[in-house]
């Protein structure tokens, strides 16, 4: 145990938090080694006095959501992860208004709207993130996206408390958002504005959505979705597997034999199994199609 680990147990004492926790336990990945801190504030005042402790103590720090869009490296994470818990986890409507916690899963805040007849959230119903990553990411699926939706976002900054951002200061475009520049924000909030509509066509749409989901994806097998941006004039799945790479194996991570735009973990895969296939895919893309293929997932920790 590490000096300010030794420090946490004092400061940080009446939050939820952990040493030592493995990130396998916390992506969707099932990959990962372990962490330093894994800190579960409750409240902005709880997450305040996370990203007080961190600055203190000059550590760097990281969000933590449904961790559906990280690989993390076999050695871990030096440092601290957030893991918004308590109050970031709740949402509420008033009228087509609806107003979430960061923490909040999407695709479930996405159905139970659906049920009450709002409509503008459909697309997210299989989107494996939360309200905050949705955002950092302007994620987006089936023609619809966070920018189509999002109209305010509150965020923390260290030392500074909580801020209020109008839709035109989200910096929102294609799987960006000004969050991925701007690293000592945390998202924490999020106002969404809605369309009325029959309950019966939203609920059937999502219904809709969730078949051709399951129908096209690996979701019965550990992955961290999509691994590839889509570059401009192709699809990603069809072009890794037009190059006959679906089911190419390293270790335990294979490009996935439903969507080749997936990879996924087997059994036992590592981070070197699933980075070393990354990189021949994207070396026998480069080769044979001259397209430069860029993850969209994250990869953090060490070697």
């Known amino acids: 145990m590490t000096d300010w680990q030794e420090k946490a147990l004092r400061d940080l004492e009446g939050l939820s938090f952990s040493l030592n926790k493995p990130m396998a336990e916390l992506t969707t990945f099932k990959i990962g080694g372990p962490i330093d801190l894994l800190a579960e504030p409750a409240t902005v005042s709880e997450l305040e006095r996370v990203l007080d402790f961190c600055a203190a103590h000059k550590l760097p720090w990281m969000i933590i959501g449904a961790g559906s869009n990280l690989l993390v490296r076999d050695k871990g994470i030096r440092g601290a992860g957030i893991k918004l818990a308590g109050e ?23 159905k139970a ?56 200061e989200l910096g929102l475009g294609y799987r960006l958002s000004r969050f991925q520049t701007e690293s000592d924000l945390v998202i924490t909030k999020v106002g969404f504005n809605l369309r009325p509509e029959s309950a019966e066509l939203t609920r059937a749409r999502v219904d809709e959505f969730t078949r051709a989901r399951a129908g096209k994806q690996p979701l019965e097998m550990p992955s961290a979705g999509s691994v590839f941006r889509r570059p401009e004039g192709y699809y990603v799945g069809p072009l890794i597997e037009a190059a006959g790479l679906k089911g190419f194996t390293i270790g335990g991570a294979q490009v996935s034999t439903k969507h080749a735009g997936f990879i996924v973990n087997t059994g036992g895969a590592t981070a070197r199994d699933v980075l070393s296939l990354i990189a021949h895919i994207q070396k026998v893309i480069k080769e044979r199609n001259g397209v430069d293929l860029i993850p969209e997932i994250k990869v953090l920790g060490e070697e």
């Open 88 to 110: 970031f986890t709740e949402w509420a409507v008033n009228g087509t208004t609806v107003e979430a916690g960061a923490g909040v899963l999407l695709a479930d805040l996405a």
């Open 113 to 168: 709207v659906s049920e009450r007849g709002l409509s503008g959230l459909e697309f997210a119903c299989g989107i494996p993130g939360t309200v905050g990553g949705g955002v950092y990411m302007n994620a987006g699926a089936y023609g619809g996206e966070i920018a189509d939706v999002v109209v305010k976002v509150q965020a923390v900054k260290e030392a500074r408390g909580a801020v209020w951002f109008a839709k035109d």
